[in-house]
Structure formats: structure tokens, C-alpha cells
């Protein structure tokens, strides 16, 4: 059984900072790719940012420049440094991950149970 769970969402003024970690537990062989989607209300989930096996990153252009990922592999944990934040950026955030929790099995995606980030004066 695998596990992702995110933390270190809440609320925050406009221009203020957030890291999201992502941890993930279980029974995990080898993690291929990390990524960080979000999802507005009324709106379809959007990817945010990823990071696969070799540190190559990509981000939405809408949070180029102001977002980072990273990964720490010993401890199977993603994070997402958000800074500059906009009003715009108010969402729930899901943690994603493509794994193979054993050798006999492929792999697949993962989600995280989602954690809400609120950019309000």
C-alpha cells in the first residue's frame, strides 16, 4: 500500500511565501516522478509543476519564476517552494507521484489527499 501526504498549506497574504511537502510511505521499489497540481473551485485540476529521476523540472507559465520543486529521494519527499503569492494562486494542492511499489508491478500514478492554500488580505 502507498501513501502520499501533503502538508504545509494555509493561509497567506498576497506577496507572502508557502512550502508544500509531499511524503510518501508505503511500499515503494523506485519513484520515476514527482509533481504538484492544483485545483481551483469551479475550475479543472491543473499541473502546477514536476520533476522526474533526473531533476529536470517544468512549471506552468503562470508560476515560472516564482514556484520551485524539488526532491529529496532518500526520504521520498517532493517539495513545492511557492513565493510571491497572488490571489490567483487560491487552490487545493495535490501531490502526485509515478512509482512501482515492487519489482513485479509497473508503474503508475499516485494522488495525495490535497491541501488548501489560501492567498487573501
Known amino acids: 500500500q502507498v501513501q502520499l501526504v501533503e502538508s504545509g498549506g494555509g493561509l497567506v497574504q498576497p506577496g507572502g511565501s508557502l512550502r508544500l511537502s509531499c511524503a510518501a510511505s508505503?511500499?515503494?521499489?523506485?519513484?520515476?516522478?514527482m509533481a504538484w497540481y492544483r485545483q481551483a473551485p469551479g475550475k479543472e485540476r491543473e499541473l502546477v509543476a514536476s520533476?522526474?529521476?533526473?531533476?529536470?523540472?517544468n512549471y506552468a507559465d503562470s508560476v515560472k519564476g516564482r514556484f520551485t520543486i524539488s526532491r529529496d529521494n532518500a526520504k521520498n519527499t517532493s517539495y513545492l517552494q511557492m513565493n510571491s503569492l497572488k490571489p490567483e494562486d487560491t487552490a487545493v494542492y495535490y501531490c502526485?507521484?509515478?512509482?512501482?511499489?515492487?519489482?513485479?508491478?509497473?508503474?503508475?500514478?499516485?494522488w495525495g489527499q490535497g491541501t488548501q492554500v489560501t492567498v487573501s488580505s
Open positions: 502526485n507521484a509515478v512509482l512501482r511499489s515492487s519489482w513485479s508491478q509497473p508503474s503508475r500514478g499516485y
Open positions: 520533476i522526474n529521476s533526473g531533476d529536470v523540472t
Open positions: 508505503g511500499s515503494i521499489f523506485r519513484i520515476n516522478a
